[in-house]
């Protein structure tokens, strides 16, 4: 999957768990980019990605991120293991 592809499918977990059709992330959105992202939020978006890409983050991966594009490089990283 091409980081466009892997992208697109993020767009859609995120209006999905914000409920927001017209919500645009791009690689510099964060939590205060969102108003609704909280921490019950952020679990539903970890887990829904999670179980969309088929792949697994650790606490130390999640802790790392400052971003939506360092999450979509990471989650890049994880899928060619």
């Given at each position: 999957?091409?980081?466009?592809?892997?992208?697109?499918?993020?767009?859609?977990?995120?209006?999905?768990?914000?409920?927001?059709?017209?919500?645009?992330?791009?690689?510099s959105?964060?939590?205060?980019?969102?108003?609704?992202?909280?921490?019950?939020?952020?679990?539903?978006?970890?887990?829904?990605?999670?179980?969309?890409?088929?792949?697994?983050?650790?606490?130390?991966?999640?802790?790392?991120?400052?971003?939506?594009?360092?999450?979509?490089?990471?989650?890049?990283?994880?899928?060619?293991?």
């Amino acid at each position: 999957m091409i980081r466009e592809e892997l992208f697109g499918k993020l767009q859609e977990i995120f209006r999905d768990i914000f409920d927001d059709e017209t919500l645009e992330i791009s690689d510099s959105t964060n939590s205060s980019d969102i108003d609704d992202w909280d921490s019950i939020n952020h679990i539903n978006l970890v887990v829904a990605i999670e179980n969309e890409i088929h792949i697994k983050f650790s606490f130390d991966d999640l802790a790392a991120l400052k971003n939506v594009g360092a999450m979509v490089d990471l989650m890049m990283v994880k899928m060619t293991k």
